[in-house]
């Protein structure tokens, strides 16, 4: 206006409702007038990566800094120092079925995961799926990642071994919960019994299976390749299933006791 127009600076400043003085005052870069701020916190964002802006306020007060909070905090968020915060995931009231033994193979199944690593440091991780009536080892899952997918796979080859069944028990891992392996159980007609979080209790069979295979084979080497983890696995799963006795089955490895089961209910049929 004042170039175009030959208008007084001060009428100009008028139509456009901006004072005189803000017109006067220079520009000033953000970074220049409060890089004794930035210096500071790029300080303490080295000496600790994780902490908040909070915990940053808290340690420029310790160190004499003179910055009030809303100051240190224009500045955080302007360098992109902000975290997003991690929401706890509301999950819906679990009404768990309460734990028992299974009078038949195929009523309930358990399903968990593990993880480990291997020498060079990759982590692997380890699905593992039993049957509740005779704490068969019917599945152990080996990879680097186990997602949904691959869970309706490992089912859909257990469906043409072993069959399905009725009841399913599981945590509320984000891989039980995804709508593809949801859908797929309603599919097939398995009913998911989520057991409550925080309370790994209700799914004592898989859990005791887990410390089984940890303490047996997980801890007891440094595996070097996924190979060598699913070849020792699946031996000691062979080993657990057809020669180790397991107390709550009267001494009897899990196949031996489903075998005597079928033996007596074909009597008991056939008097």
């Not at 409550?196 to 595996?223: C, H, M, T, W």
Request: hydrophobic residues 35%; proline residues 6%.
């Amino acid at each position: 206006m004042i170039q175009n127009h030959d208008i007084s600076i001060s009428r100009s400043c008028r139509c456009v409702g901006l004072s005189r003085t803000a017109f006067y005052q220079q520009p000033i870069d953000w970074m220049q007038r409060d890089k004794p701020v930035i210096d500071a916190l790029n300080q303490l964002t080295e000496e600790f990566p994780r902490s908040g802006f909070w915990k940053y306020r808290d340690i420029l007060a310790l160190r004499g800094y003179p910055w009030n909070h809303k100051k240190i905090y224009r500045v955080y968020c302007e360098l992109g120092l902000n975290q997003a915060r991690r929401t706890k995931k509301r999950l819906p009231e679990r009404d768990p079925i309460p734990l028992f033994v299974p009078q038949a193979p195929n009523q309930v199944w358990s399903a968990d995961f593990m993880s480990d690593a291997l020498y060079r440091g990759s982590r692997i991780r380890l699905f593992n799926v039993i049957d509740d009536f005779n704490r068969e080892s019917l599945m152990i899952e080996v990879d680097t990642s186990l997602r949904a997918a691959r869970l309706v796979r490992v089912f859909e080859r257990l469906k043409e071994t072993s069959g399905l069944p009725d009841v399913l028990r599981v945590d509320n891992g984000p891989e039980f919960l995804s709508g593809v392996f949801v859908e797929w159980c309603q599919a097939n007609g398995i009913f998911i019994d989520y057991i409550e979080p925080g309370k790994p209790n209700q799914n004592a069979f898989i859990e005791r299976f887990n410390r089984s295979l940890r303490n047996e084979v997980l801890d007891l080497y440094l595996f070097r390749s996924l190979a060598q983890v699913r070849q020792l696995t699946s031996e000691w799963q062979r080993q657990y299933n057809e020669q180790r006795p397991h107390d709550s089955l009267g001494g009897l490895p899990p196949t031996v006791y489903a075998n005597q089961d079928r033996k007596n209910s074909s009597f008991e049929l056939s008097t």
